[in-house]
């Protein structure tokens, strides 16, 4: 069964522009969850989708948003680029919503803006 | 605030040796824990989980973690370590009344086995 896949692997952005990075889980997983990984404030999550609606969301400013779907496909977008956006972005998915199931996480998209 | 905590930031060890990563917590009601390792240009694993039960908990590769209720910890052990062990190890921390994920990450402890 494939695993988690995330596209593009590496992104550069300038400041100001905006970004789309994709999602695909594991198939048959129905709950798709965003990660930004940093070496300063380490993992925090952005949102989670499930059955194409949004159930959770971290502490992120309305540039960040998502949307999952109908084939569980999420996609996270990231308007006017700041610096402090670059990171890795980790996508996980889980077969169903929320802990205690175990998320699947793929290999990340590294955002670095310029 | 709810946190999660790694208080070492690299944890050295010799091959063979048992190995102990260290995580506490601080998180209302009973949450359920985490351990998940980072490879190198490598997403999370997940290496075990606590729901409920047993405050022992037994994961892959040969790993456990012994959660302590009164201490609020959550530590991941290994009775001999190998090289190929060597990584970044995340402690993570689900409330259950959030209905979701919200999963809360600690800082990361980088593991490493010397041969």
């Known amino acids: 069964k494939a695993g988690v896949t995330q596209t593009p692997r590496y992104l550069i952005k300038t400041r100001g522009q905006q970004v789309t990075l994709s999602c695909s889980p594991i198939s048959g997983h129905r709950s798709v969850s965003w990660y930004q990984q940093t070496p300063g404030q380490g993992l925090q999550f952005l949102f989670e989708?499930?059955?194409?609606?949004?159930?959770n969301k971290g502490n992120f400013p309305g540039r960040f948003s998502g949307r999952q779907f109908s084939n569980s496909r999420s996609e996270m977008n990231v308007s006017t680029l700041e610096l402090g956006d670059s990171a890795l972005y980790l996508c996980?998915?889980?077969?169903?919503?929320?802990?205690?199931?175990?998320?699947?996480f793929g290999p990340g998209t590294r955002l670095t803006v310029l | 605030a709810q946190s999660v905590a790694q208080p070492e930031d690299q944890v050295n060890v010799a091959e063979g040796n048992p190995l102990t990563v260290k995580c506490t917590y601080s998180v209302s009601g009973n949450p359920y824990l985490f351990w998940y390792v980072q490879y190198p240009n490598r997403g999370l694993q997940f290496l075990l989980k606590?729901?409920?039960?047993?405050?022992l908990v037994k994961g892959s590769y040969g790993f456990e973690a012994e959660f302590n209720k009164s201490q609020t910890s959550f530590h991941l052990k290994k009775p001999s370590a190998l090289v190929s062990d060597s990584a970044l190890y995340f402690c993570a921390v689900s409330p259950r009344d959030t209905g979701g994920f919200k999963t809360i990450f600690g800082a990361g402890t980088r593991l490493f086995v010397k041969a």
């Open positions: 606590y729901i409920t039960g047993d405050n």
């Open positions: 996980a998915s889980s077969l169903l919503a929320g802990a205690p199931n175990e998320q699947f």
């Open positions: 989708y499930f059955s194409e609606t949004q159930r």
